[in-house]
Each structure stands twice: as C-alpha cells, then as structure tokens.
C-alpha cells in the first residue's frame, strides 16, 4: 500500500510530464510582495488551502514533507471519494515553496499533482497546480471526460481558496 501506482514519480517538479497522462496546468495569482507569499505557502504546505476549499485531508504530518502519508476526500455521505496519496517532493525555497503528491493504492487515479506558490520579480504571487494523471477505478474510467473537468475546477477551486487565505492574513 505504501508503493506509488506509476512510475513517473517526481515528474512534476523534474518536469517533462509523461505521454499517456491527461496533463493539468492551472495558475492563478493570489497576492503581491512577501507577507502574501508566506501565507500563501503556509497555506498550501500546512493543508489549510486544501480543508479552506472544503476537502477533507488527514496527513501524518502537519506539514508538506516528501514521506507524508495524506489521504483527501471530497464529496458528502456515499459520494465521499477518498484518495490516499505520499508527498513525493517538498520545496521551501526563498521564492519557491510547494509540494507534490503521487498516488498510492486504492486512490481513483493514478499520477502526481504538485502545489506550488511562486514570488515573481516584481513581487507578484503565484499559485500553480500541475498534474498528470489517468483513471483507474471503474467510477473514473465511466465518468470519461467528467474527470478532466472535475480537476480543473478543483485547481480553481484552489486557487480561491488561497487567495480568500491570503487575503484574510493581510487584513490581519
């Protein structure tokens, strides 16, 4: 169980991402200067962007480091989908600071997806999602092109979340 389901790991930081994947980029701007960019990362390492934009998360640890265990669910009751994931990679860098999960067994897809916010030269902040991923469970290989669709409104989902974050960290 403790095995990722692919062989690409670590593709979202090393980059390229692999043929045969459905690929998602998503980025969104969520701040300006240095106060945004540590509670954005914060934010994004701590799990608080992800339980801010309603999913559910149990970590075996309190922050993003490669070898955490997380398990994130989303939906209510019997439609509750539960994914196990490990942290593959964890960065904290002056004007980088991220993570990325890959899947493990029994989640619904198999790949990685990475979280990433970025201070940009002129002071602008970053949040990008990049993932690659491809349906496993009988539920993700019916729902099709649903599944593409899902991701990208949950990288914006994302993306709200910590902007709402960061906003609220700068009014104090």
Request: net charge positive; glycine share 12%.
């Amino acid at each position: 169980m403790n095995a990722f389901t692919y062989p690409e790991v670590g593709a979202t930081r090393l980059g390229p991402l692999p043929d045969g994947y459905h690929h998602l980029h998503h980025r969104t701007r969520v701040g300006r200067g240095r106060a945004d960019f540590e509670a954005a990362g914060a934010a994004v390492t701590g799990w608080r962007m992800h339980r801010t934009s309603g999913a559910g998360v149990r970590a075996s640890a309190d922050r993003a480091e490669a070898g955490v265990f997380v398990r994130v669910s989303l939906g209510a009751g019997p439609f509750r989908f539960t994914a196990p994931c490990r942290v593959v990679w964890a960065a904290y860098e002056k004007d980088l600071v991220g993570f990325a999960y890959g899947t493990l067994d029994r989640h619904p897809e198999c790949g990685e997806e990475s979280f990433v916010v970025e201070s940009a030269d002129d002071g602008t902040v970053w949040f990008t999602v990049t993932a690659f991923s491809r349906p496993v469970a009988w539920y993700t290989r019916l729902a099709g092109p649903l599944v593409p669709m899902t991701q990208r409104w949950y990288a914006r989902r994302l993306g709200a979340a910590l902007r709402r974050i960061v906003a609220e960290a700068a009014r104090g």
